[in-house]
């Protein structure tokens, strides 16, 4: 199933989002307000302060690259894990998780090093760079001037 | 003169970067590539260790928010002024030094809030979100997959 498709569904798709900072809590508010079903783990409880209050999902204060903290967030039941913490090398560990031990069919890592985006592709995770992106936006705002 | 023009012009076309994290030394190693004159500000000497054995430009070490150091970098000259700190306050403040002062045309900064991204637009400083480049690129491999 595409991850269009599996967002599609609903509640019956299930996105756990690893990491509470602003890329993680907006992400989260957003596939809340679509109504879709979602859990964000973060060790640190007072991130999950950026939720906004109508954010309708569950927010599990833990260690996400920890096997009995995934269990208790019923990663088995998810279709996508988004892993954007502040660190690359926690995000890869995560995804790398997700994706052998637990068989996530839909894995996306934030990394900020762009040097390691090659090895991701290799492991078939989907990468967020944001040093990619924003090199990116520059080049276009120089066309659009 | 619009910035593809500006940057059309190799020599003539003169830019400043203030930061050389990541995203100010890749911006940094990519336009002096293209033969464009380039000159990177940073408090951190060690900072330029990122840019490449071939950047063709100028590293600076100073602070990017005081006149001085920006007339030492002939800021007048300067066509395009880039500003990408790690720090919100500081790229506003340069930004702001750039267009107010100086009278630079193109001003780009980045904001790691995007919740302040209104205030530049009413600033005419073009803006570079990652959280918000991060968030459409998630939309976008959601609807790819």
Redesign the interface.
């Given at each position: 199933m595409?991850?269009?498709e599996v967002?599609k569904k609903g509640n019956k798709g299930y996105t756990i989002i690893a990491g509470c900072g602003?890329?993680g809590a907006?992400?989260a508010n957003?596939l809340s307000d679509q109504g879709r079903k979602v859990l964000i783990i973060d060790c640190d409880e007072k991130s999950f302060r950026k939720l906004s209050p109508d954010f309708g999902g569950i927010a599990l204060k833990g260690n996400a690259t920890e096997i009995p903290v995934l269990e208790e967030a019923d990663i088995r039941k998810a279709n996508i894990v988004?892993a954007?913490t502040n660190n690359d090398n926690t995000n890869v560990m995560i995804a790398q998780i997700a994706k052998e031990i637990f068989d996530i069919e839909?894995v996306?890592a934030?990394l900020?090093?762009?040097d390691r985006e090659c090895v991701y592709r290799e492991l078939e995770i989907?990468t967020?760079c944001?040093?990619v992106?924003?090199?990116n936006?520059?080049n276009q705002?120089?066309?659009?001037?």
């Open positions: 595409s991850l269009s967002f602003r890329l907006s992400l957003q988004i954007v839909h996306i934030r900020y090093d762009p989907n967020i944001p040093v992106l924003s090199i936006k520059v705002l120089m066309h659009e001037a």
